[in-house]
T-cell receptor
Framework: DAKTTQPTSMDCAEGRAANLPCNHS???????VYWYRQIHSQGPQYIIH???NNETNEMASLIITEDRKSSTLILPHATLRDTAVYYC?????????????FGGGTRLMVKP | DAGVIQSPRHEVTEMGQEVTLRCKPI?????LFWYRQTMMRGLELLIY????????DSGMPEDRFSAKMPNASFSTLKIQPSEPRDSAVYFC?????????????FGEGSRLTVL
């Protein structure tokens, strides 16, 4: 699976959009970009995933660059409950049972 | 569905004791994963099962660790004998596997402290 690079930490004001970047320059053609988050003391939670088109769901939007070497997770109106560690993972979804390898992630702090 | 259920939520034991962690995956899911999380090493995949069969246990740290899945609705992770460095949060996760979105569903974790 391709390696990802994320900033260690970010701050965001409550009510503003949180834009979390991820670099995955070695991504291959059949690998998807997945985002998970882990709120303190809880198990990781799936947010969204995409291949090459931008995706949106009730939690967030995922913007993938045309060359697919980077992506941005957008939380449109961050709340205090969005404070968590956000993991960007690149993998093939149907490969060996969707194994996910978690890196260090980005610790997002939403401030009042 | 109640989601992935893990027990116990917290376990405190003394070095040398046997520890058994339990997991009930989401009904219908074909894959089950055991992860370990520590401050130093983050989230590590220990082992995963497909249709109750262990597929990859390369992440299991050593012979003191063993995992079983006797049926589709139950798995155990056993540490015998336990050591202080085994202190961590252990997560179980399941997914439907082939043909699905690739989303892993995680339990709330079992926090293990070995004194």
């Amino acid at each position: 699976d391709a390696k990802t690079t994320q900033p260690t930490s970010m701050d965001c004001a409550e009510g503003r959009a949180a834009n979390l970047p991820c670099n995955h320059s070695t991504i291959s053609g059949n690998e998807y970009v997945y985002w998970y988050r882990q709120i303190h003391s809880q198990g990781p939670q799936y947010i969204i995933h995409g291949l090459k088109n931008n995706e949106t769901n009730e939690m967030a939007s995922l913007i993938i660059t045309e060359d697919r070497k980077s992506s941005t997770l957008i939380l449109p109106h961050a709340t205090l409950r969005d404070t968590a560690v956000y993991y960007c993972i690149v993998t093939r979804p149907h490969n060996a049972g969707n194994m996910l390898t978690f890196g260090g992630g980005t610790r997002l702090m939403v401030k009042p | 569905d109640a989601g992935v259920i893990q027990s116990p939520r917290h376990e405190v034991t003394e070095m040398g004791q046997e520890v058994t962690l339990r997991c009930k995956p989401i009904s219908g899911h074909d894959y089950l994963f055991w992860y370990r999380q520590t401050m130093m090493r983050g989230l590590e995949l220990l082992i995963y099962f497909n249709n109750n069969v262990p597929i990859d246990d390369s992440g299991m740290p050593e012979d003191r660790f063993s995992a079983k899945m006797p049926n589709a609705s139950f798995s155990t992770l056993k540490i015998q004998p336990s050591e202080p460095r085994d202190s961590a949060v252990y997560f179980c996760a399941s997914t439907a596997g082939q043909g699905d979105t690739g989303e892993l569903f995680f339990g709330e974790g079992s926090r293990l402290t070995v004194l």
